[in-house]
């Protein structure tokens, strides 16, 4: 019971009692009487005059209670002119003003901290107690492929990609490189903070594609200069010594020059083969900046699939061209980005079994294109390694294609995929610049 409906009940009750009093006295004392309802009624009206005194400060009280239940912090009490009540007001009033400023300081930290986390290059997700997406950022949606409006509230088991399935298996505080299809690799680590009380948990994704690819190029650029170096310095002395010795072979008897010639002489070609392996090598290093210029993506397909009809005879290998309609004008260095396209294409080649499809499609909208076979497909645990530098699968393979066409690629600041897709493997390039009419 409130302290109002208490103080009433108690005045009824007293004045009630009051009253039976006085009536039960006898007539002959009148004077008592009169005496007894002149109380009565000064008692009525020092009873009203606490009441008001009491449930104006209690108004008050309740309205400061509604207010903080509302969470607002813009109202103040107003003083009431009792000494102790006024003191309490100011207590409130101050207690309020306090509350305002923490409020508004949180807010704008809080709206610095959502800008500075959407501006963030590094994706960020947010998770409720359960596990489930409760938001994220623009850099972390472009690498999830994630959708503002369906991804939210769902597990990221439940995430189509591969991506999203192996942070889902990370535990609190742990981290993970992750490479997906060979070509992107991420850092990825599931932390937590503490807030009110309660641990908040989110992840952090890192794109190190260009860190280790910097990292990767200058080692294996130093690698090859010292390999070119050295095997082209010894290459030549010795190929000039064989070739010296050579002709001192009228001075053996005539049944032993001919093995004699052929031996120095598979000498020589060994050594000029493994010469052209180390300038092989030498062409990814030595890969120019691409001269961006206006070229039909169509008619460079084209003229690809025709140089490369020739090797899929073999195979009776059968192409299927489903190209946009019209031109495709882009920007790009042609002559690189054939000997790439030579590259994938001879890649799906080797892929295919007798009597094989490769699929050429091209799109405009976004301006991309596809190489796909139905070939035997790409192992999860080689997929993961596919544009390490000179990785190869191929028996005395020496992963320069591969390397090359993400050297050239990288260089035209394409982004591109490479992996298995139930009966077809795919390699997609996006992001072209398109050219200006």
Known sequence: MKLRNKFILFTVLMHLILLLL???????????FVAGELLLVISLAASV??????????????SGIEAIKDQDFNSRLVLTGHTEMDELIGVYNQMIDQLREERIKQSEKNHVLDKLIQASPAGIIMLEENNHISTFNKAAAQMMQLDSLSSKGMALAEIPGQL????????????????????????????????????????????LNDEIYKKEKSAYEKVIRIMSHETNNSIGAINSILSTVIQFKDQLHPSNRVDYENALNVAINRNKALTEVISNFAEVVKLPEPQLQKHDLNQLLNSVQLLMEAAGREKVVNWELQLCPGELWLMMDSIQMEQALINIFKNALEAVQMQGTIRIESLREPAMLCISDNGSGIPGEISQQLFTPFFSTKKNGQGIGLTLSKEILLNHQLSFSLQTEGEWTNFKIAGFSEAEE
């Open 22 to 32: 006085l009536v039960s006295l006898p007539a002959e004392k009148r004077p008592v």
């Open 49 to 62: 005059w606490l009441y008001r005194g009491i449930s104006q400060p209690a108004k008050l009280i309740s």
């Open 164 to 207: 999203a399935q192996e942070i889902s298996k990370l535990g609190n505080g742990a981290s993970s490189i992750i490479t997906i299809n060979g070509s992107a690799i991420y850092k990825c680590q599931k932390a937590h903070f503490v807030d009110l009380g309660y641990s908040h948990h989110f992840i952090l994704i890192e794109e």
